[in-house]
């Protein structure tokens, strides 16, 4: 299997970037079910159903989303899921009431006809909590990745009333139809006009669409209540780059985050790596705002088998951390051109953005899979370790001095950023699994995996507490103990993908 494993100490000798930058927890992961530097609170294993997507916290409630739909496709041991007659269990959105966190109990679902239903899932949740609104953004999902019966899916994002009672039995109150489908969703509020909030979007989906198609997608949403939505502007990024490498790798813009003061954006792209744009004119309120891009594509940071995720700032520093997300060998039919996906996956990359036309690679974090050398060993060799599983990356919530990123089957690890530059480990938490799920996720968790954590979703820092969702496991509050401790008991609210709460004090 031919890997992009290009000397990546040519690359940050070139860079000027010192040893001490390549960051490794190494020796052994730690086994199934332990943990170091956290104490589980509360779990709950949200019926067994399998295949859990993103939360949501409103007080003390949380929400969380459903990654496949509500048909009946079941997951066979290998090959692309096509046959039927295994009902997906509890489809759609669940409410849990957490007001004691050790006993997290689930209150209600939104099912079908609102949520849940065939061909469509229920993949990322927010709440906007000065208006009570809990936003459900609903999209087309697929068999190979989603275990989807296929049906003609309009993107939507139901907005649903958390008043009084509502929170714990939520309303629809309002729909949003986007022009395309959305994939990941940054969720800005203004931190002058609270009344005031924006959705940045990013349209990964999009692969097949005309190159002058929009990837990136910026609406009001100020008005949702009352069912008003304003695209205020679309843009594409990937057309900027070289015919080229458009014509041998897949290019798109996966996520999107922006600076705590809102001037400027950050583009994990696929395929192309990282870029920064200003967005100052949507934060500030432009008549006609549109983005302005500070990293020539030429000037991108390189490195191998870039599956660009998630980029987050670090908060009062000059950097940006950047995870990839690479999957087992199950994906490599899918990809274009050469196959690049499984061992040793994807890991943290550090950018310096203290010049965003020239933004660099400053350090990087791995574990053990993330090496090549783990590729030769009995486990990386294994196909049952690695065509149904991840040791990859995956959604990074970031503090200043702390980053908790959800690392698919190595858990939930802890990350010291007190220094940039030499990032070391800070504790992890790996869940013992569920003996069995409902749906297992098809690229991720297959019942022949020898893992089955599978960490997903942005961890949300909820009044000093971590909450996480692992896809198949469920929902997980954590206590963290470890270094800098005191700088997360001190968060009353904290999410890699929107600016709420802490992040609006952050500089």
């Known amino acids: 299997m031919r890997r992009f494993l290009a000397s990546v100490s040519i690359l940050l000798a070139t860079l000027g970037i010192t040893a001490g930058a390549h960051a490794s927890t190494g020796g052994r992961q730690p086994a199934q079910g332990r943990s170091s530097n956290f104490e589980l ?18 007080r003390h409630f949380v929400y969380v989303g459903d990654r496949t739909d509500g048909g009946d496709l079941c997951v066979p041991p290998s090959g692309v899921p096509s046959q039927h007659g295994c009902p997906h269990s509890h489809p759609g959105v669940l409410v849990l009431n957490a007001v004691h966190p050790a006993h997290p109990e689930i209150v209600d679902r939104i099912g079908p006809p609102l949520e849940g239903n065939v061909g469509e899932t229920a993949r990322e949740l927010r709440v906007w909590p000065r208006q009570r609104l809990l936003m459900v953004f609903n999209f087309a999902c697929g068999a ?16 649903y009333d958390l008043t009084g009672r509502n929170a714990a039995h939520p309303k629809l109150i309002s729909t949003y139809r986007p022009s395309t489908q959305p994939h990941e969703i940054y969720f800005w509020v203004d931190p002058r006009h609270r009344g005031r909030a924006l959705l940045f979007m990013t349209t990964f989906e999009n692969d097949n669409a005309p190159l002058g198609a929009p990837n990136l ?12 939505f304003h695209e205020i502007a679309t843009t594409n990024v990937v057309k900027l780059y070289p015919k080229s490498l458009l014509q041998r790798t897949e290019v798109d813009v996966h ?24 967005s100052s004119q949507f934060t ?3 008549a006609h705002p549109h983005f302005k891009l500070l990293t020539p594509i030429a000037s991108r940071p390189r490195w191998p088998n870039a599956h660009a995720h998630s980029a987050v ?28 996906d499984g061992c040793p996956w994807g890991w943290v990359h550090i950018i310096n953005v203290a010049d965003p036309a020239h933004p660099a690679i400053a350090a990087q974090y791995r574990l053990r899979q993330n090496h090549a050398s783990y590729c030769h060993t009995p486990a990386g060799q294994n196909p049952n370790n690695t065509d149904f599983t991840s040791y990859s990356t995956h959604n990074p919530t970031v503090l200043p001095d702390l980053a908790f990123i959800d690392w698919h089957s190595n858990g939930l690890q802890a990350v010291n950023l007190a220094s940039p530059l030499h990032p070391a480990s800070a504790g992890f938490f790996r869940p013992a699994p569920l003996k069995t799920v409902v749906t297992a996720d098809p690229a991720l968790g297959r019942d022949a995996s020898v893992n089955k954590v599978i960490m997903w979703s942005y961890p949300i820092i909820n009044k000093g507490l971590i909450y996480v969702v692992d896809i198949r496991n469920g929902l997980y509050i954590l206590h963290y103990t470890g270094p800098h401790a005191s ?17 609006m004090g952050f500089r």
Do not use: K
Not at 149 to 157: D, K, L, M
Not at 217 to 228: L, M, P
Not at 314 to 340: A, K, M, W
């Open 41 to 58: 609170i509360g779990h709950n294993p949200l019926f067994g159903r399998g295949m859990n997507a993103a939360l949501a916290i409103y």
């Open 144 to 159: 190979a990745f989603g275990d989807c019966t296929s049906a003609t899916v309009t993107p939507t994002v139901r907005f």
């Open 217 to 228: 997608i910026v609406t009001d949403i100020s008005r949702a209540r009352q069912g008003v």
């Open 255 to 278: 996520s999107i985050s922006l600076s705590p003061d809102g001037r400027q954006a950050y583009l994990s792209v696929w395929g192309g790596t990282f870029l920064v744009l200003d």
């Open 284 to 286: 500030q309120g432009a």
């Open 313 to 340: 700032p670090i908060p009062g520093s000059p950097y940006v951390l950047t995870t990839d997300e690479v999957y087992g060998n199950y994906t490599t039919p899918f990809d274009i051109g050469q196959q690049t």
């Open 487 to 503: 700088e997360v008991a001190r968060i009353r609210y904290l999410e890699g993908n929107s600016n709420r709460g802490t992040a």
